[in-house]
Nanobody, 115 residues
Framework: QVQLVESGGGLVQPGGSLRLSCAAS????????MGWFRQAPGKQRELVAT???????TYADSVKGRFTISRDNAKNTMYLQMNSLKPEDTAVYYC?????????WGQGTQVTVSS
C-alpha cells in the first residue's frame, strides 16, 4: 500500500515563499513519475508540475519561473519550492505518484496566499 503525505502548506503573504514536501511510504525510485496538483475552491483540480524518474520536469504556464519541483530518492521525498507566490496560487495542493498502471494521491495541504 503506497502512502503519500504532504506537508509544508500554510498562510503566506503575496511575494512570499513556501516549500511543500511529499513523503512516500516506500522507494520513490519505483514511481514512473510524480507530480503536484492543486484545486482552488469552485475550480477543477489542475496540474502544477511533474517530474519523471529520470528527472525530467514539466510545469503549468502559470507557475513557470516561480515554482521548482524536485525529488530526493534517498529520502523518498518530493518537493515543490514555491516563490513569488500570488493570491491566485491559493489552493489545496496534492501530491501524486504513478506506478503504471496505478495512480496514488496524498490527502492534500492547504496553501493560502493573502495579506
Amino acid at each position: 500500500q503506497v502512502q503519500l503525505v504532504e506537508s509544508g502548506g500554510g498562510l503566506v503573504q503575496p511575494g512570499g515563499s513556501l516549500r511543500l514536501s511529499c513523503a512516500a511510504s516506500g522507494s520513490i525510485f519505483s514511481f514512473n513519475a510524480m507530480g503536484w496538483f492543486r484545486q482552488a475552491p469552485g475550480k477543477q483540480r489542475e496540474l502544477v508540475a511533474t517530474i519523471t524518474v529520470g528527472g525530467r520536469t514539466t510545469y503549468a504556464d502559470s507557475v513557470k519561473g516561480r515554482f521548482t519541483i524536485s525529488r530526493d530518492n534517498a529520502k523518498n521525498t518530493m518537493y515543490l519550492q514555491m516563490n513569488s507566490l500570488k493570491p491566485e496560487d491559493t489552493a489545496v495542493y496534492y501530491c501524486s505518484a504513478t506506478r503504471i498502471p496505478n495512480d496514488y494521491w496524498g490527502q492534500g495541504t492547504q496553501v493560502t496566499v493573502s495579506s
